[in-house]
């Protein structure tokens, strides 16, 4: 293995987490009338896609098998993204999903203290803390930096393809719950938002619409 792979794979999951942010999904879901049940359907079907996903570009040997975990896990977080827009949009909360959100959601069981800061419980409701984006790219870089040591895991098991797709499978399919259990605790209870960060220090891509 390349010795440069696990620096430049960090920083290129990060970068890939910065344009996430600049964009949150839309969702094609309404308000429920038992979000919940809606919820946990949006989750199983998630969870299936994410862990087919990753299961197929698990498959291929050797040097490929390294070539395409970055690829894997931006496109399971693309599944997971959509996931957490559709499981805010059932809550009723699709209007309010904020960059912060969309981050803590996607990353608190896998880096929680680089997010830890953005959303905090409060009781029964949760406060949401606007970011700067140097603090969104700190942020970044930390879970970059989790989840690449992670991946070099990852990448070790792939020495044996079909196990490995079985694996790697299972895992986006238990990552996935997890974020949507995330997603299901935060939108199902009362969300309260600070005000927002200066407006020369926000995103400076897409604009969230919140």
């Not at 998630?46 to 291929?60: K, W």
């Not at 395409?68 to 559709?86: C, F, G, H, R, S």
Request: aromatic residues 6%.
């Amino acid at each position: 293995m390349n010795a440069t792979l696990p620096k430049e794979q960090a920083h290129a999951l990060s970068e890939a987490i910065l344009r996430f942010l600049g964009h949150i999904p839309d969702s094609q879901r309404h308000p429920a009338a038992s979000p919940e049940e809606a919820a946990r359907r949006i989750t199983g079907a998630a969870a299936s896609r994410a862990a087919t996903t990753a299961g197929v570009l698990a498959l291929p040997p050797g040097p490929l098998a390294w070539a395409t975990i970055l690829p894997e896990i931006i496109a399971v977080w693309k599944i997971q993204a959509q996931m957490v827009a559709d499981i805010a949009a059932v809550f009723d909360k699709r209007a309010q999903l904020s960059r912060e959100q969309m981050l803590y959601c996607l990353f608190r069981h896998t880096a929680a203290q680089a997010v830890r800061d953005l959303v905090v419980r409060v009781g029964e409701r949760y406060l949401v803390r606007r970011a700067s984006y140097r603090s969104l790219e700190l942020a970044a870089k930390k879970v970059g930096i989790k989840v690449t040591q992670r991946a070099l895991g990852k990448g070790i098991s792939r020495i044996i393809p079909l196990l490995s797709a079985v694996g790697v499978g299972g895992y986006a399919w238990y990552d996935t719950a997890r974020v949507a259990r995330t997603a299901i605790e935060l939108f199902g209870s009362e969300i309260e938002h600070e005000l927002p960060a200066p407006a020369d220090d926000i995103l400076e891509t897409e604009p969230t619409r919140t």
